[in-house]
């Protein structure tokens, strides 16, 4: 549906937001071999022989259904702790979202970190477009944290997929490879790092844009993807998910953010910090009324709250298995 046409101009940014379009090249590691792609390219990530033996043993490749959190929901193998937002009217969303290498315990179950943009009911009308980091074997073949994101729009059935692995998310950077692994990552009582993401449409075109850092635009979802999300979200969603699959009988042991609990704080736990949201009148503004969730806080919490250097913000995570976690 896009052929023929002109590339797009620069969408209009949230008012409110600091754009300077700095890029670190040390926030991947492709980087670090001095590669570069010239303009009007954009790097994707080399498919071997391994991904493809991988491949055919994951069904429907690069469209896993992910189950969502559901508040009245506690039987998926896909656990969450999250803080989010619903009621109103959202046009898009941001936050600093801390980097960190959690252990996997298997080749079929992942940890990720991120955002949900979200429409729709939780039948078979879901929309969302996601977009944070995650540890996944399966997709990816080792278990370095990876940038990613996603979508769908019908819940995870048919439509979407991770990164560039279908048609539907147009990447417009020469600079970002969506897929390649994120460096450097936070380490127990040592440095910290985070990255920050903006997901929101843009007011002229419809189009659902992603920004990486302080103003350098990696992509855009077209809108005709969609179908509530044309309009607008009627939720916003951060925080950690995993899958357990229950191998030998017992809750995974795969951890969430850096697999410690929220209540050991800065440089222990993982963080989301200077949570927002962009409003009808394409304004970034401060998030309030924020609600947190944990699906099974003996294995993965959270715990939010506020003050004047990281505005809204949660800590989350947790190890998995454990005493009070069978």
Known sequence: MLQGQKPLEPPERPK????????????????????????????????IEDDMIRASSIRRFGRKPRQFVRRDSTSSDHEHAVGYVSGQQYYGAKASINVWSPRVSNPYEFSLSQMWVISGSFGDDLNTIEAGWQVSPELYGDNYPRFFTYWTS????ATGCYNLLCSGFVQTNS?????????????????????SLLIWKDPKHGNWWLEFGSGVLVGYWPSFLFTHLRN??????????????????????TQMGSGHFSSEGFGKASYFRNLQIVDWGNSLIPLSNLKVLADHPNCYDIRGGINNAWGQYFYYGGPGRNVRCT
């Open 16 to 47: 409110g937001h600091d754009s300077n379009n700095k890029f670190e090249k040390s926030f991947q590691l492709w980087h670090l071999t001095g590669e570069e792609c010239p303009n009007g390219t954009i790097p994707i990530r080399r498919t």
């Open 154 to 157: 019908d819940a995870y059935e």
């Open 175 to 195: 600079r970002i490879a969506i897929g390649a692994a994120i460096s450097p990552t936070s380490s127990y009582k040592g440095g910290q790092f985070d990255i």
């Open 232 to 253: 607008h979200a009627n939720m916003v969603q951060f925080g950690g998910e995993i899958v357990n699959s229950r191998a030998q009988g017992f809750h995974t042991s």
